[in-house]
């Protein structure tokens, strides 16, 4: 392979970094409190909410970097947070695993119901590919690594 051919961040289970067993979904305030969460924990998933953790005016940098610390993925819908300088060396500094749903008009039911429909992707993408990324999910479930 040449010296400056891209090199796949797809990783042997071996080489990734150890992951929270079972997978820990972080909600940020954007997703809301109640609804999301609810929809992932009665798909049987462990779930954080931003609440739960952080005071309501936590800056996004510093949950990021604490959450990614954890080994916990993200869920937002906040399409812009891999286009701000200081998100995006927080994601990087703290190796995060993001998923971005690309449809941020959407009520609370569907939006727990895209995410819970795209578990399977998500959960594939957040084992298998190393950290840190950016993913973005569609209303119809699909899943698919974002440049950041």
């Known amino acids: 392979m040449p010296a400056n051919a891209p090199k796949s961040k797809k990783l042997s289970a071996a080489s990734l970094p150890s992951l929270p067993e079972p997978l820990v979904f972080f909600i940020d305030r954007a ?14 998933e ?4 931003h609440d739960e953790i952080f005071p309501q005016n936590a800056k996004d940098p ?10 916990w993925v993200v869920l937002t819908k906040d399409p812009r947070i891999r286009h701000r300088v ?11 695993r993001a998923f971005v749903l690309t449809r941020g008009d959407l009520k609370g039911e ?6 819970v429909k795209a578990l399977p992707a998500i959960k594939k993408l957040a084992t298998s590919t ?4 950016i993913a973005h999910v569609s209303r ?9």
């Open 31 to 44: 997703l809301g409190r109640f609804v999301v969460p609810n929809a992932l924990r009665e798909a049987g």
């Open 46 to 49: 462990m779930v954080k909410t």
């Open 62 to 71: 510093v949950w990021l970097k604490e959450v990614g610390e954890l080994g």
């Open 86 to 96: 200081n998100e995006v060396r927080a994601i990087r500094r703290a190796k995060v």
């Open 110 to 115: 569907e939006m727990g119901n895209i995410f």
């Open 130 to 133: 190393a950290p840190p990324f």
């Open 140 to 148: 119809e479930g699909r899943v698919w690594l974002a440049e950041f």
